[in-house]
């Protein structure tokens, strides 16, 4: 699981902003949302422009670095923060994986070349590498000098850990594949003007070919109805059909085109939670940008039932509720800091009270 983010000079954050998952309170309801003593499900709200999708496209930095999954074509492009191009972005992660501590920290160029990297592991440095030095581990990784050599200059800008990965033989439980393996499972999407993802699958799919091709019509169908009362008659598809088409009075319409954009979002979000399943962090920006306030809180109890970690954006206020999550998993970001709701008022927050209102009437602040 991830504990811990933080990260610097990164687009809008001229600062170091820090993002602690740790930092879970005695609350006795709604504990689904607590895992591992981390926090496993959250809402994080804002006001427009406070930096809420780039602090979760900061957060899949790691997957640019270190996975071959799909990535943005563009994100280098104001990768740092604009009044300090010429210094680092740095990059910091702590992860628990089964009880084993990684603390995984990195920088980069704002052309997105690296530049620095250090690997800990229950607190021992297993290596660190800058421009001036580099020093790792021999017990667990010895090498010949003209290796350490060359990755100590490192002209290709090679990750550290990519390539201990591929140049030696590990053990299943080895924390460097237990990071390797939760980062290609991480998965950031959102569904606005044009359909964006980064990580966990490496090609783009059609949605209504990936819906055919799996047989899935049915249970789409059964989702539609299930989470927002939409009954819709879909044509059964041939097997090397491409497209959907539903009966309107007999007569087949492609789907599309009378589907709403809410409805082609849910789309988008059926065809994510089929493949969640293989996840380890979810973070879904504006998620419900285009749904009805009762359709946001039924995908949200979809979406927080996967044992992975799921966080996502919004500007709904409706989901600050105790009948949703807690106070310490939903978070306010503003002013370059991220924070639980419970630790943005000295006031003692119970399961009776109602957040949102709380939070329209300014109980709440960075």
């Known amino acids: 699981m991830l504990r811990k983010f933080a990260v610097t000079n990164y687009r809008g954050f001229e ?4 993002w602690d998952l740790t930092k879970i309170r005695n609350y006795e309801f709604n504990d689904f949302a607590i895992k591992n003593k981390t926090v496993k499900n959250g809402i994080i709200v804002g006001q427009n422009g406070c930096g809420k999708s780039n602090f979760g496209l900061s957060i899949f930095d790691i997957v640019n670095h270190l996975s071959q999954k ?20 740095d990059f910091e992660y702590t992860f628990d994986f089964s009880g084993t501590a990684v603390e995984y920290n990195y920088s980069k160029t704002a052309q997105g070349v690296l530049k620095k990297e250090q690997l800990k592991v229950n607190e021992i440095q297993i290596f660190f590498r800058n421009e001036s030095s580099f020093e790792i581990d021999e017990k667990l990784f010895p090498m010949e000098e003209n290796t350490r050599n060359n990755l100590a200059q490192n002209a290709n800008s090679v990750s550290i850990v990519n390539f201990l ?4 033989p590990l053990a299943e439980d080895n924390a460097l594949l237990q990071m390797q393996k939760f980062v290609n499972s991480m998965l950031w999407f959102r569904c606005l003007e044009e359909r964006e993802f980064i990580g966990l699958e490496t090609n783009a799919s059609l949605l209504d070919e990936y819906i055919i091709n799996n047989n899935l019509v049915k249970d789409f169908s059964n989702f539609l109805k299930e989470v927002s009362d939409q009954e819709f008659s879909f044509v059964p598809p041939n097997p090397h059909d491409k497209q959907l088409f539903c009966y309107i009075k007999g007569a087949p319409i492609p789907f599309y085109l009378i589907a709403s954009t809410g409805t082609r979002s849910l789309q988008l979000m059926y ?5 969640m399943e293989q ?3 979810v973070f879904v920006d504006e998620f419900d940008a ?12 979809w979406l927080f039932k996967l044992d992975c970690q799921v966080f996502l954006t919004s500007h709904n206020t409706l989901l600050l509720t105790n009948d949703l999550l807690r106070p310490d998993c939903n978070f306010l970001i503003e002013d370059n800091t991220i924070r639980s709701l419970h630790d943005c008022t000295p006031k003692e927050l119970r399961q009776g009270h109602n957040i949102e209102k709380l939070y329209r009437g300014g109980t709440f602040g960075l």
């Open 271 to 275: 065809f994510w939670i089929k493949h």
């Open 165 to 168: 990965i591929t140049s030696y």
């Open 70 to 89: 799909w990535k943005k074509p563009d994100y280098y492009v104001n990768f740092a923060f604009a009044g300090a191009q010429k210094k680092t972005v």
């Open 279 to 281: 996840a380890s962090f």
């Open 290 to 301: 285009f749904y009805h306030f009762k359709l946001s809180r039924t995908v949200c109890r």
């Open 15 to 18: 600062k170091r902003i820090e």
